[in-house]
């Protein structure tokens, strides 16, 4: 990717540009399914947690 400064189109500040491609590819990013086993699997756990847990209050 060039740096034109005549456009302004192109200039990207490095760090925003990492955040930008860091969003998109958490967007873009399909988790597998052992990813998704486990991320279904802690959900299970926390909602069981806050069953179990009569101190646990969510906060809104």
Known sequence: MK????????????????????????????????EQAEIIANRIKIKEKRKIDPTHQQVP
């Open 3 to 34: 740096e034109t400064s005549s456009s302004g189109l192109m200039q990207f500040d490095p760090l925003d540009m990492e955040r930008f491609l860091c969003e998109w590819g958490m967007k873009i990013q399909e988790p597998t399914r052992d």
